[in-house]
């Protein structure tokens, strides 16, 4: 409890003492660049093989001759849009950007450069902190529709390369009874996933205490944090929205 107390304290110093509107959009800019576009190559290759290999398993399973098809290709949009995209993308975040903000943040507290910050008289919470949080709010659900998009185009040349289905099968499966909802609702779920993995990953490095190794310890602890709390949220979002 203490624990979550302080983390709730700490997310109340992020909005107070804040500094000029200017200076947190060249912040932003800055982590958009860090935490969304160099992130695009690792999250491509994720989604795309998920894709794929979740079509071939699809087709393997399906044996009957009673069931078409296309189900393959239906089985992979529902389970891209659900669950793949958001949520196994999130955990590959957790793991290259969390870590990244942890490491970088307990760097700083080690070295007393967020001490020398406060000397200075600037909150240096909402000045490091805030503009990290924003930016995985803003790239994440953009990282989370390029994921989606990847897993249908890698499901796609998996099942027709594989000869499994035919090109019109897929693109059938694809588009049969759609509910447009679950685009919502994997939206939703990456905004809340993007708070959950920075603000956390920036609490456990903005108070590392110790030394280098302290720092290793420190990413650690906040990638599996990261993930306990996205699986938990993963959880009560499909209890609460489904």
Known sequence: M??????????????????????????IIDECIKVGINSIFIVAIVSTFIGAVTAVQTAYNIVSPL?????????????????????ITAIVFAGKVGSNISGELGTMRISEQID??????????????????????LMYPLLVILAGFLALIGGYLAATLTGAMTPDEFIY?????FIEYNVTFALIK?????????????????????????VGRASTKAVTSSCIAILSADYLLAQLLL
């Open 173 to 177: 499966g694809i588009r049969a009874d």
């Open 67 to 87: 069931i078409p098809n296309y189900v393959v290709s239906l089985v992979v949009r529902d389970m891209t849009l659900l669950e793949l995209a958001p949520t």
């Open 116 to 137: 020398a910050l406060e000397v200075m008289g600037i909150n240096s919470s909402s000045f490091l902190v805030l503009p990290k949080i924003i930016a995985c709010l």
């Open 2 to 27: 203490q624990i979550i107390g302080r983390y709730f304290l700490f997310l109340h110093s992020l909005i107070i003492k804040r500094e000029s509107f200017n200076t947190y959009v060249r912040l």
């Open 190 to 214: 990456s905004v809340v996933f993007a708070f959950l993995i920075s603000s956390i990953s920036a609490f456990t490095g903005y108070f590392t205490i110790g030394g280098a190794l302290e």
